[in-house]
């Protein structure tokens, strides 16, 4: 079974002046679902945030080696720019996924930061908080939303693999030459995990 390494969320309590990393569990139960072993990546793990994955001699890269993950999935929740240790360990795991073209999955705020290390950016939508929608594309299955950002456009080398029904806005994009994609749904956020998005992430990362 292959292990995949799993961004964590922030949260900050002040009361208690701490500064946690969190997931959801059934994030991680979506992935066992699909028949892969995932662990969790602290976001602690680079000292400063200039430090790269690529230099070979941060902590962030001896936990790479000794954990050996052979795809990523960045996860859900905080909004870009909220949390710098977070966004610093995201953006380094995408250099290194790029470098050694591992597959990655962004689920969301994922799919989002996908497109700011592209080179694109977000703005703000309405209508996709606590919703469901169709989507039209390639994929054309109900999804839920909880997102009130979006990529302005498709970022360079991605394609578009769905929009919203509603409006039209960017809702999932594949990488042309690398194993990336990019959700804006939650599929650990289904009472029942969707067959189809099983298939879709098996068909992404490999059995």
Request: proline residues 4%; glycine residues 6%.
């Amino acid at each position: 079974m292959k292990i995949v390494a799993v961004s964590q969320r922030v949260d900050v309590h002040d009361e208690r002046g701490e500064r946690r990393d969190a997931i959801d569990q059934k994030l991680l139960q979506f992935l066992s679902a699909s028949g892969y072993i995932p662990v969790p990546m602290p976001n602690i793990l680079l000292l400063n945030t200039t430090e790269s994955l690529l230099e070979g001699s941060t902590f962030a890269s001896i936990w790479i080696d000794k954990i050996k993950p052979q795809a990523f999935l960045l996860s859900g929740g905080n909004d870009i720019a909220s949390c710098n240790e977070r966004d610093a360990t995201e953006t380094c795991l995408l250099d290194y996924a790029a470098k050694h073209q591992l597959p990655v999955l962004g689920i969301c705020r994922g799919m989002q930061m996908m497109g700011i290390w592209a080179g694109t950016h977000l703005k703000t939508v309405e209508g996709h908080v606590c919703t469901r929608h169709m989507l039209t594309g390639e994929i054309t299955n109900e999804v839920n939303s909880f997102h009130n950002q979006t990529l302005v456009e498709c970022p360079k080398d991605f394609y578009v693999l769905a929009n919203s029904s509603i409006d039209g806005e960017i809702e999932a994009i594949r990488h042309h030459n690398l194993p990336w994609e990019g959700w804006m749904w939650h599929p650990e956020r289904e009472e029942n995990f969707n067959s189809y998005d099983i298939r879709r992430i098996k068909s992404l990362f490999g059995d």
